[in-house]
Every structure is written in C-alpha cells, then in structure tokens.
C-alpha cells in the first residue's frame, strides 16, 4: 500500500511539471514610473535588483522557477506585490494614489520590510540586502519626488479621498 500512495505522489510530481503559470515578462513602458518621475541611475539600478521582479511587469526569474510547485508559490508572490505597487503602470493612477505609493515606499524602506525577506532569504538576490546607504537614497529620492508632487498640484488633489463606511 505504501509503494502504491508513493508511487501516486511521485506521478503527481512529475506531471505538475508541466503546468506553469504564465510569466511576468512584458515589457511595456508606456505607463512606468520612469516617464514621468525622475530616477537617476543609481535608484534606477536599485529599483531593478531589489523591488522590479515583484514590482513591475518585468520578472527575471531564477532557475528554479522551473520547478513546480516553486512557481506557483513565486507567481502568487508577484501577483501580490504587484496589487501593493506596480512600477510599470505607476502613471496610471491617480496622483493621489501615486503621492501615497511613494509615501508607502518611504515607510516600507525605512522598516526594512521591502524588499521582503523571502526574497534575500538563503543569500538569494545578494544585490536586494541593502546598505543603510542605499536605503536611504531610495527613501530621499522618493520624498523628493512627493515634493516635486506637493510644489506641482493643489494640496486637496494629493490627498487620498476616504472611502465611505460600509454599512
């Protein structure tokens, strides 16, 4: 009985192997955060080691995204980084929204909760651990970009709009 239920595990390995969800990999600018904020080339480079494979619509998957079900688990990890903050269609909200995304990136760096542990965990991303450094580079330049916002619109048109209670 035993050989038969491993044997049953061993072909529901092997045959999950064969289904992939699809992969993050357009390349499309249009609306990237790049076309309408100033990202110098350090915070750009930054962006891209630790905070683009989840938070734009460009993953560079590892190896081991061949694996199922580790692409699976890696889908659903993009998938919801991508709801919280999406590089690539950053333009497309509203600048209310886009003042508040860049606030959320002051808070969630200066935590050291982004990038997310998972992501650096067993030295994997060695380029995502950054320094005090870098942190604080990322976080002055998206507080620059918040002013850039503050000195351009109305102050009422950066502020997020409180959704009625539900009753």
Same mark, same amino acid.
């Given at each position: 009985?035993?050989?038969?239920?491993?044997?049953?595990?061993?072909?529901?390995?092997?045959?999950?192997?064969?289904?992939?969800?699809?992969?993050?990999?357009?390349?499309?600018?249009?609306?990237?955060?790049?076309?309408?904020?100033?990202?110098?080339?350090?915070?750009?480079?930054?962006?891209?080691?630790?905070?683009?494979?989840?938070?734009?619509?460009?993953?560079?998957?590892?190896?081991?995204?061949?694996?199922?079900? #580790?692409?699976?688990?890696?889908?659903?990890? #993009?998938?919801?980084?991508?709801?919280?903050?999406?590089?690539?269609?950053?333009?497309?909200?509203?600048?209310?929204?886009?003042?508040?995304?860049?606030?959320?990136?002051?808070?969630? #760096?200066?935590?050291?909760?982004?990038?997310?542990?998972?992501?650096?965990?067993?030295?994997?991303?060695?380029?995502?651990?950054?320094?005090?450094?870098?942190?604080?580079?990322?976080?002055?330049?998206?507080?620059?970009?918040?002013?850039?916002?503050?000195?351009?619109?109305?102050?009422?048109?950066?502020?997020?709009?409180?959704?009625?209670?539900?009753?």
């Amino acid at each position: 009985m035993k050989k038969k239920i491993l044997l049953g595990l061993a072909a529901i390995v092997v045959l999950i192997q064969f289904i992939h969800p699809e992969k993050n990999e357009s390349d499309d600018q249009t609306h990237n955060i790049s076309t309408k904020y100033v990202v110098s080339s350090d915070v750009q480079h930054l962006l891209a080691v630790s905070c683009n494979d989840c938070h734009s619509n460009k993953t560079v998957y590892p190896w081991y995204n061949n694996i199922q079900p #580790v692409a699976w688990m890696l889908n659903n990890h #993009v998938t919801d980084g991508k709801r919280h903050l999406n590089f690539s269609t950053f333009t497309q909200l509203p600048i209310a929204v886009q003042n508040h995304k860049l606030g959320e990136i002051v808070e969630t #760096v200066e935590e050291k909760e982004m990038p997310d542990g998972a992501y650096t965990l067993f030295g994997l991303h060695k380029e995502a651990n950054l320094t005090p450094e870098q942190r604080e580079l990322i976080i002055n330049w998206a507080k620059t970009q918040m002013d850039t916002l503050k000195a351009t619109y109305p102050a009422d048109s950066l502020k997020m709009k409180k959704r009625p209670a539900k009753s």
